[in-house]
């Protein structure tokens, strides 16, 4: 068996999807030490990958709890969503971190969530942003937090590809 059908096998199996919601809670859990331990006030951009962590986590427990076609078409479909929106908030995240005049960095107060899911009303602690956009008040290995988070989306999208393309191409259903 090739490593592709292998691959393809993943998400047949609980432990991959454990490990994917094992990852996403541990990403929250240091991104709430950060908030809380460290002092370092999350953004609107920050708020909205942290959003983005919690949909990866969140498609990892459903084929989790029950692992079946259905949990797993809907564990691919909000991973992928997941991934790859936060990849994007955070590669627009940077930009304006990298922004050479600082004056021209603006981001809103106010997270943009839907009408009938107001997050940053129902769970203030975990989904207010306080924060600054253009602050680089962290870093590691030389790279700001929202640059080590487009490494940590890529490789949750990479990995999503390949599993993804590996259970269609080994003419697989979900």
């Known amino acids: 068996m090739s490593w592709f059908q292998t691959m393809g096998n ?8 454990g490990t994917l919601l094992g990852s996403a809670a541990v990403l929250e859990a240091v991104a709430l030490y950060f908030q809380y331990g460290m002092g370092l006030e999350p953004c609107i951009m920050c708020i909205y990958q942290r959003t983005a962590v919690f949909g ?3 498609a990892g427990l459903f084929p989790l709890l029950i692992n079946n076609v259905i949990t797993r078409l809907i564990g691919f479909l909000v991973w992928g969503i997941s991934a790859i929106w936060g990849l994007f908030i955070a590669i627009e995240h940077v930009g304006l971190q990298m922004e050479t005049n600082p004056f021209f960095v603006s981001c809103e107060i106010v997270p943009n969530f839907p009408s009938f899911m107001p997050l940053h009303h129902w769970l203030p602690n975990i989904f207010a942003a306080t924060g600054d956009c ?6 590691f290995l030389g790279m700001s937090m929202p ?6 989306f890529a ?6 590809a390949l599993v993804l ?10």
């Open 10 to 17: 993943w998400a047949e199996q609980k432990w991959a999807w």
């Open 56 to 58: 990866v986590l969140f």
């Open 134 to 139: 253009g602050n680089i008040d962290w870093q």
């Open 147 to 152: 640059q080590w988070m487009i490494v940590i």
């Open 155 to 160: 490789a949750y999208s990479a990995v999503f």
């Open 165 to 174: 393309f590996s259970r269609l191409f080994t003419r697989r259903a979900f």
